[in-house]
């Protein structure tokens, strides 16, 4: 069975720190493109950082550029989100995602249902 579990969300001060990681279960995550989307109240669900390991390297989002950083374990089959300087806009619910094909990086990014595999998201709020 194919699966995707979100963990690490919580609440954090603005400008502090964060890791979300991605258990996934019943394919090879090293195979398989990647990606962190969120979804802000009231607002669409967007994608900010993908990696499909066909490009060098991974896309960010211009909101998350130079902040987090995607990365993955294939041997233990995870992936992970870490978040740096976060703040109150960042407050949303988080989702993996992951992909058989191997798409570009930021095609992933730009379209908000084109992963196949998506985790039930966690929450993270950034307020002080």
């Known amino acids: 069975q194919v699966q995707l579990v979100e963990s690490g969300g919580g609440l954090v001060q603005p400008g502090g720190s964060l890791t979300l990681s991605c258990a996934a279960s019943?394919?090879?995550?090293?195979?398989?493109?990647i990606g962190w989307f969120r979804q802000a109240p009231g607002k669409e669900r967007e994608g900010i950082s993908c990696?499909?390991?066909?490009?060098?390297?991974?896309y960010y989002s211009d909101y998350v550029k130079g902040r987090f950083t995607i990365s993955r374990d294939n041997a233990k089959n995870m992936m992970f989100l870490q978040m740096n300087n976060l703040k109150p806009e960042d407050t949303a619910v988080y989702y993996c995602?992951?992909?058989?094909?191997?798409?570009?990086?930021?095609?992933?990014?730009?379209?908000?249902?084109?992963?196949?595999?998506w985790g039930n998201g966690t929450l993270v709020t950034v307020s002080s």
């Open positions: 995602a992951a992909d058989e094909f191997l798409y570009g990086n930021e095609w992933y990014c730009q379209r908000e249902n084109a992963m196949e595999h």
């Open positions: 990696d499909s390991i066909s490009e060098g390297s991974p």
């Open positions: 019943g394919f090879a995550l090293g195979l398989y493109a």
